[in-house]
């Protein structure tokens, strides 16, 4: 997949993360099927510095390196192989990937993919390939971080590939509909195909996991219709799942 196409949607998607973050930042969200919990893992991952998070991905023997001071990123740092034998990446060649912005995430980020990627392991997943996850932010004065991709807080995944060789396109496979519930009781894709049935299960649990503060699907506007938007959200204390 060609960069230039894997990333043609930014734009679009840069404004919908934008209105996303003008909705949420100035209430408190309903969340969707997901309680709100003190304890959940992204609402304790995204209150941590940068020593506290490094430190925790270091004794959860994940393979990352931390990068020097990036515009808009608390504690950035990128993936230097595999999280439970899933490898989180972008549609670049490995040696680009090492030095291109995009692949830049956020420590509490990664924490949220290291559980993650225990639900994908058990559907043999082993490749996630993402839209994006960085995106260079325009900050404020005095402003020095930034939420969702400006922070390195959010990834858009859009292809999982499977042991076998198969690959679940968000696009193709996930089989929602904008409006539609997407988890909880009655929630179903249609048609329901096994591909959109592990889709679906997959990003069901790790909403009932609450790994990420934000979760959205095809289910919520047509920005959204070709992958996941996986978010954990400094300072906050909702969950949103659509």
Request: with cysteine; charged share 20%.
């Amino acid at each position: 997949m060609k960069l230039g196409r894997a990333l043609a949607g930014i734009s679009v998607l840069t404004v919908a993360s934008a209105l996303l973050l003008e909705t949420t930042a100035n209430a408190i969200p309903m969340s969707i099927n997901v309680p709100i919990v003190g304890d959940s893992p992204a609402i304790r991952y995204s209150k941590l510095d940068r020593t506290e998070c490094e430190a925790e991905l270091t004794k959860r023997n994940v393979p990352f390196k931390s990068e020097a001071e990036t515009r808009g990123v608390l504690a950035p740092v990128r993936l230097t192989g595999p999280i439970h034998g899933v490898t989180f990446h972008s549609p670049l060649s490995p040696e680009k990937r090492a030095v291109q912005p995009w692949d830049i995430l956020d420590c509490r980020l990664v924490l949220a993919l290291d559980d993650f990627s225990q639900i994908l392991a058990k559907y043999d997943v082993v490749d996630v390939i993402h839209f994006s996850v960085y995106r260079p932010p325009i900050l404020k004065k005095n402003v020095t971080t930034a939420r969702q991709h400006g922070g390195g807080l959010a990834m858009d995944a859009a292809i999982f590939i499977r042991k076998d060789g198969t690959k679940l396109q968000i696009d193709k496979d996930f089989h929602g509909r904008i409006g539609a519930q997407t988890c909880g009781s009655g929630a179903a894709p249609a048609p329901s195909t096994p591909e959109a049935t592990i889709l679906r299960d997959i990003v069901c649990t790790a909403a009932d996991q609450r790994l990420f503060n934000v979760v959205l699907t095809p289910d919520y506007n047509w920005a959204h219709r070709n992958h996941f938007h996986l978010e954990v959200t400094a300072g906050a204390s909702y969950f949103l799942v659509r």
